[in-house]
């Protein structure tokens, strides 16, 4: 899979896991993993699966959000 989506990762203490935000998908759209390298894993499984979701019920896919972007309102 070749996406240019967000993946965020952070530690959370609370939780004591890595957790991953996908800001493109909304902002409940969510996994995590006990390693680094395991919640990283898990945010391409679940883009993975969104991809497809998308794709199968005919929905446009978000945007992605580009670092340096300047996007215009018209």
């Keep these: 899979m070749n996406s240019r989506y967000t993946v965020i990762i952070q530690w959370s ?8 935000s996908l800001p493109e ?18 945010a391409r499984e679940v883009l993975e699966l969104l991809i497809e979701s998308c794709v199968e ?4 896919l978000p945007e992605p959000q580009i670092f340096g972007k300047t996007l215009l309102a018209v």
Excluded: Q
């Design 13 to 20: 203490i609370a939780d004591d896991c890595f957790v991953v």
């Design 25 to 42: 998908w909304g902002e409940f759209c969510h996994t995590h993993g006990n390693s680094y390298e395991e919640a990283l894993k898990n």
């Design 57 to 60: 019920d005919g929905k446009p």
